[in-house]
């Protein structure tokens, strides 16, 4: 079983910015693979921001154009979302997302955090 915990996110005028955490943990030994951003906005559907594979190989959504970056610290099996000049349509729920080959644990999502950009 692997439990994701999120932290960061909240309130942000335009154009300004604010940092995400996702940290996997377990009482076995893992080796989390893919590890992504999703965010969902009231009435739309989840969709993809950000992954990122255990070799640094990274996706983005097409909305993001250069503003977001993931990154992970593998050590820590950590990953992070950077986000920059951020608009009031990035205000969603962001999801951490992560599958962990080691104990065939795929698809687990964090709790969610508030994202918010006031205009």
């Known amino acids: 079983q692997v439990h994701l915990m999120q932290s960061g996110g909240g309130l942000v005028q335009t154009g300004g910015s604010l940092r995400l955490s996702c940290t996997a943990t377990s009482g076995d030994i893992i080796c989390i693979s893919t590890m992504g951003w999703y965010r969902q906005a009231p009435g739309k559907e989840r969709e993809l921001v950000a992954g990122?594979?255990?070799?640094?190989?990274?996706n983005y959504g097409d909305f993001v154009k250069g503003r977001f970056t993931i990154s992970r610290d593998n050590a820590k099996n950590t990953v992070y979302l950077q986000m920059n000049s951020l608009k009031p349509e990035d205000t969603a729920v962001y999801y951490c997302n992560a599958d962990d080959p080691c104990t065939s644990t795929y698809n687990t999502w964090g709790q969610g955090t508030q994202v918010t950009v006031s205009s």
């Open positions: 990122i594979t255990s070799i640094g190989t990274k």
